[in-house]
């Protein structure tokens, strides 16, 4: 599943948007900050919302996940009925399809040198409590903190082979949403834990 926010004026900017062939992009699910969930595309179906990148093995992500669009701008916190709402049809959608929560990944996870989104007020870690994400833990003597060891441990996770300050960039996005500076040993330590326990060669990559 890759979550991702609109960066539109308004729900009905994005909905007419994401259901106008002529702009081809395209998501199952839009969520506005009322907390009201609208299905544009059968889950079955191919959407257009993840473009190019890759997550693990997978190259084309819009062929294996479904995508959820999160009306907000990218500036501002979620709405707490939005995330709620948002909670609930993870919930669903994991369970219709057996997807487990280290397959749940934003935008910028699996394209890491075009997108932000769903961006550094996104709370993840409220997820991963419920059971709908992961969250790394900084285990004692898990340094990992040379630069090679966080590419290789962050690509295991599932990021795409790109360039090793991308990664970084995506990785603290959704991890360290606030930290600065160039790679340390916490960023090295999060990614060796998150390679140990979620490691993507342990299934198909698929999100």
């Known amino acids: 599943m890759v979550i991702h926010y609109t960066a ?17 992009v395209s998501a199952h699910w839009l969520i506005g ?9 059968d889950e079955g179906l191919r959407a257009w919302h993840a473009g190019a990148g890759a997550w693990g093995a997978v190259t084309d992500v819009n062929s294996r996940s479904v995508g959820i669009e999160l009306d907000n701008g990218g500036a501002e916190p979620f709405a707490a009925a939005q995330m709620a709402a948002l ?31 769903p961006g550094p007020r ?3 870690r409220r997820l991963a409590c419920a059971g709908l994400s992961v969250w790394p833990v900084a285990a004692a003597g898990r340094s990992g903190g040379r630069p090679v060891a966080f590419r290789d441990n962050a690509r295991r996770f599932g990021y795409p082979d790109v360039a090793e300050d ?38 198909d990559g698929s999100a």
């Open 8 to 24: 539109m004026a308004s729900l009905e900017a994005a909905r007419a948007r994401l259901c106008d062939p002529a702009h081809e």
């Open 33 to 41: 900050r009322d907390g009201r969930a609208e299905q544009l595309v």
């Open 87 to 117: 909670e609930r049809l993870l919930a669903d959608v994991m369970g219709r399809w057996g997807i487990p929560p280290e397959r749940v990944i934003g935008h910028s996870d699996m394209a890491p040198a075009r997108k932000s989104d």
């Open 122 to 124: 996104f709370d993840w």
């Open 166 to 203: 991308l990664i970084l960039r995506a990785f603290r996005l959704r991890f360290r949403p606030w930290a600065t500076g160039p790679l340390d040993t916490v960023d090295g330590a999060l990614a060796a834990d998150l390679a140990a326990r979620f490691p993507v060669d342990g299934g």
